[in-house]
């Protein structure tokens, strides 16, 4: 798509886009926290108007944001994140009326969750610009290739570790610093990402031209591949080892799909698909819990009494139907964990099979924008983050929805920006400042002789060093 | 690098299709098997607070929603207690919804698909959606005369009667005893409902909860000689009543060292003695002799006509009555006991009642009917029960000949306690042998007034207080039958 820019054209910057979209999102959103209300106590919530106005507020603030550090950047993503970021709060304050009574959430032990989720989403925002600001082009990221790496490694170590790790229902991916609890995971995510983007980039033509040919695949020579190989086992091996399979899925599939984009070659995706079956295979063998999820999977009411989660959320989306039951009059309380893991089934039963498909499609649309930037991306850094997080995004939301209804067996992954649980909140607001980051760049005017006579100069010189390095 | 992610973005295209189409499955494909599932508690607790429609007997509800102060809308309330209670069965929410309550829950709750413009009507309108009503075509007479016939013969008592019209197939009393308080499983205090349900399904208590006039197949000795009688006249083995049949003390069969004999080893009176006869005094020698010259297969079919092995009641529980127990081929002596309603012949109330009516109703079996009006929460009829042909059991010619014998049963024959004065009565009695350490069954069958009936009944008293001598189907059951009879005829 570099091919377009022809002296004479100018992107449009299109922020009236953004904005119109973006009051489209805020009014769902406020709509659904009004519906809540009506729908559970029948009358309209105290703080609305407040909520309402702090709502427009915080969206007006952003886009003006992205105005300013980002003009250029896609006018669709933001719009779409705070929507279901929006629709996630309302559901989370509408589990909150209900679930304090119910045996089902967190038995018995329930507080209302709504504040603490509207808090983490303040942090993500904050991130969200601080990304924004810091990052003024993704590539100087670059730099931090290996120091990722580094990152991605000691963050996945640190659950691990004694005193701060912490161990919730057999999975030691969270830590605890004070009084907050954290899933490093999350953060990792992204940490690989660049690391994989960036390392990839340097080394992607040793690893798809130089090397052995066997069965008709080409492999690359041991040192090309060994840093990235080590890289993934230790990842891979922790998840093991933290008994998280749905982040081993998804680093695993990050990790191949990046290959995969670096290379051209459709070979990686045929080693790394025949690498997933045999671990997922073996993890069957080994592992009770993972053997569980599968019979789980093939018939939950075979053993209805400990599959009953999975049942519940079955039958509240049955419940709900074509136009679900609306907001506050389903059951979601009767779902274990339906504020966070099972968050789709609420919205399936509340919303109905028409609101669980606008969800879907939204992320189906996070992930065009996430994947049009990539291909749009003038850098190979560049389009390879993009496709690397976008796709990523993909995985995920398969994994966790595809788990939820029973698509796939059930693993453990956040609903992005639907959950609750702080740091897939903060950390999804990063990435999506990423791809803004990216999609600004990307779209922004070409270095011409207008652009020189503009005041900005820096800017014009910093792009070719940029795409040098 | 664009043609990699060009190739994901249609991988990705098709995950999120395949998400998309699996929510479509489980929301509109599968939805409605989800929703029928045990122990699923959204239904539950909806259906809970909606107004369930009521059971209706004669206009009077038997089973009826009433507003409910506690968490729950409504209440369920049976205010009939045990009377109705195999009927209408059970609403808990703890174990689910039996009998009627079950099979008519779509209409009960208002989620049956002729409700429909209800329901819109009701969205529309912001109302609560309510459940239609089920009336059913019990006389309420006839089903109080069979449950106090039963209780008088002492609380112990294991037994069940079963009556129909003869000419509609419309179900005018089915009583089961011992029987149950459907209130106790109903109720909103759960912990209550769990001991009543421990009770109630105790193994080895006495069943309360199975109702014996569909559920408990017995064999039905004596009662049974109809059928064989009835085969033997369609099949031409005898022409008429005052044909000659075997009688006597005993039945040899060659090469076999087992005779088959009367009751208490007494004599028929003859031999050879008319057809009549035969049946009058309930000769076990003579229709063990026809069941042998009829066949082990013309037999099973003529019983197949009456409505053995088929379940002509889907709205209960029901276990079908059978003639054999397996495939196998009887041998002589089998066939013969099953021919008087022994060996693995087996039948429940119902069953024998629907043979009486057939005889009585010129061999047209019709087939038996609960429900007579279905209506929606407006009162407009949705569906009527239609008297329907189960099967022409024999021909009229035959029927008439067979039911002139059996009025003769009750004029001078074992079945004279079901005499009713002025009214042509037709009758059975029946005393099937079980096993040496228990009572054998008193049954009863009966139909009146023979030329145009109105009722067909059938009483099975299983166990009681009374001696084991004093049983006979007669003595015990015969009362009984009478005194239904008499409620459905006004006498």
């Known amino acids: 798509m570099s091919g377009t820019s022809t002296p004479g054209w100018v992107p449009r910057k299109r922020r009236g886009t953004e904005l119109f979209l973006t009051s489209m999102a805020v009014a769902i959103v406020i709509f659904a926290y009004v519906s809540v209300g009506l729908g559970t106590h029948g009358t309209v919530p105290a703080g609305a108007v407040k909520l309402a106005i702090a709502v427009i507020v915080v969206a007006a603030a952003t886009t003006f944001v992205i105005r300013r550090l980002a003009p250029y950047a896609d006018p669709v993503l933001l719009p779409l994140v705070i929507c279901l970021n929006g629709l996630g709060l309302a559901m989370i304050y509408r589990i909150d009326q209900d679930c304090p009574d119910s045996v089902y959430c967190l038995g018995g032990n329930y507080e209302p969750l709504a504040n603490a989720q509207l808090m983490w989403t303040g942090i993500g925002l904050i991130a969200f610009v601080t990304v924004l600001f810091v990052v003024t082009d993704h590539r100087m990221l670059q730099r931090f290739t290996y120091m990722a790496g580094l990152a991605a490694i000691v963050l996945l170590i640190l659950p691990l570790l004694p005193v701060i790790g912490q161990d919730i229902r057999g999975a030691k991916i969270w830590i605890n610093i004070g009084p907050f609890s954290f899933q490093p995971g999350e953060a990792a995510k992204i940490c690989l990402a660049v690391f994989f983007a960036g390392y990839l980039v340097r080394h992607k033509d040793a690893l798809a031209l130089a090397g052995r040919r066997v069965l008709n695949i080409d492999l690359p020579r041991g040192r090309d591949l060994g840093p990235i190989l080590a890289g993934w086992l230790i990842s891979v091996g922790i998840l093991v080892f933290q008994r998280d399979l749905g982040s081993s899925l998804l680093f695993f599939g990050l990790f191949v799909v990046m290959l995969y984009i670096a290379t051209e070659r459709p070979g990686w995706l045929v080693v790394g698909g025949a690498l997933f079956v045999a671990g997922a295979y073996f993890g069957y063998l080994a592992f009770g819990h993972v053997r569980t999820r599968f019979d789980a999977w093939l018939d939950p009411f075979a053993n209805a009494d400990d599959n009953s989660q999975l049942i519940s959320s079955l039958f509240g989306l049955a419940h709900g139907g074509m136009l679900g039951r609306g907001w506050g009059q389903g059951s979601p309380e009767l779902t274990p964990f339906s504020f966070s893991d099972f968050i789709i089934g609420s919205m399936g039963e509340e919303l109905g099979l028409t609101g669980l498909m606008a969800i879907l499609l939204l992320y189906g649309l996070i992930v065009e924008r996430g994947l049009r930037i990539a291909l749009t991306c003038r850098d190979a850094f560049g389009k390879l983050l993009a496709a690397g997080l976008a796709v990523s995004f993909a995985l995920q939301v398969f994994v966790v929805v595809g788990g939820v209804t029973r698509l796939i067996p059930l693993t453990g992954l956040t609903t992005p920006f639907l959950a609750q649980g702080g740091s897939s909140i903060v950390m999804n607001w990063a990435v999506m400042a990423l791809l803004l980051r990216i999609s600004d760049q990307t779209r922004r005017p070409a270095p011409d002789v207008s652009a020189i006579q503009s005041d900005d100069e820096t800017q014009v010189v910093k792009l070719p060093s940029g795409g040098m390095a | ?491």
Request: one cysteine or more.
């Open chain 2, 1 to 491: 690098m664009n043609k990699p992610i060009r190739n994901l973005a249609v991988a990705c295209l098709v995950l999120f299709l395949a998400l998309l189409a699996n929510v479509n499955y489980v929301q509109f494909v599968q939805a409605d098997d989800l929703n029928a599932k045990n122990g699923n508690k959204r239904v539950i607790n909806e259906q809970f607070s909606r107004n369930r429609g009521p059971i209706l007997v004669a206009g009077e509800p038997i089973a009826v929603s009433k507003e409910s102060k506690d968490q729950y809308k409504y209440q369920r309330t049976y205010p009939d207690k045990g009377l109705y209670a195999h009927l209408t069965g059970y609403f808990s929410y703890l174990y689910g919804r039996g009998a009627l309550e079950n099979s008519e829950n779509q209409i009960l709750s208002g989620s049956d698909n002729r409700l429909f413009v209800n329901r819109v009507i009701d969205l529309l309108s912001n109302k609560q959606p309510a459940g239609g009503s089920v009336e059913l075509t019990i006389d309420p007479l006839a089903q109080k005369t069979a449950a106090e016939g039963l209780a008088a013969l002492g609380k112990n008592t294991k037994g069940a009667v079963a009556a129909l019209n003869p000419q509609t197939g419309e179900i005018l009393a089915m009583v089961s005893q011992p029987t149950y308080d459907p209130n106790s499983l109903a109720s909103h205090d759960f912990s209550k409902v769990e001991k009543a349900w421990a009770q109630l399904t105790d193994e080895d208590g006495d069943q309360p909860m199975l109702n014996r006039a569909t559920q408990q197949i017995l064999p039905p000795g004596s009662t049974f000689k109809l059928v064989t009688a009835a085969a033997a006249l369609e099949k031409g083995v005898v022409d008429g009543p005052s044909d000659k049949v075997k009688g006597g003390t005993s039945l040899s069969f060659p090469g076999i060292d087992y005779k088959l004999v009367n009751e208490n080893g007494s004599s028929c009176g003859g031999d050879p003695i008319t057809f009549t006869r035969a049946l009058s005094v309930s000769c076990n020698v003579s229709f063990g002799d026809l069941a042998g010259k009829i066949g082990q297969k013309d037999l099973a079919e003529q019983a197949a006509k009456f409505g053995f092995g088929a379940d002509p009641l889907a709205e209960l529980p029901l276990n079908a009555s059978r003639f054999t127990a397996g495939e196998a081929d009887l041998e002589a002596p089998q066939l013969a006991q099953s021919g008087i309603g022994q060996y693995e012949v087996a039948a429940t109330p119902l069953q024998m009642a629907m043979v009486a009516g057939a005889i009585a109703n010129r061999g047209e079996l019709m087939k038996p009917y609960l429900i007579k009006t279905v209506r929606s929460p407006r009162l407009s009829i949705l569906d009527e029960g239609e008297p329907k042909t189960f099967s022409q059991a024999m021909s009229r010619q035959n029927a008439d000949i067979l039911r002139d014998m059996m009025v003769d049963v009750v004029k001078s024959g074992t079945a004279t306690s079901a005499r009713i004065n002025g009214v042509e009565v037709g009758g059975k009695t029946g005393t099937a042998q079980s096993t040496e350490d228990r009572p054998p069954y008193a049954w009863f069958v009966a139909f009146a007034p023979a030329k145009n009936p109105k009722i067909a009944v059938a009483v099975v008293i299983e166990s009681s207080d009374t001696a084991r001598d004093e049983i006979a189907g007669g003595r015990l059951a015969g009362p009984i039958a009478r005194s239904v009879m008499e409620a459905v005829l006004g006498q």
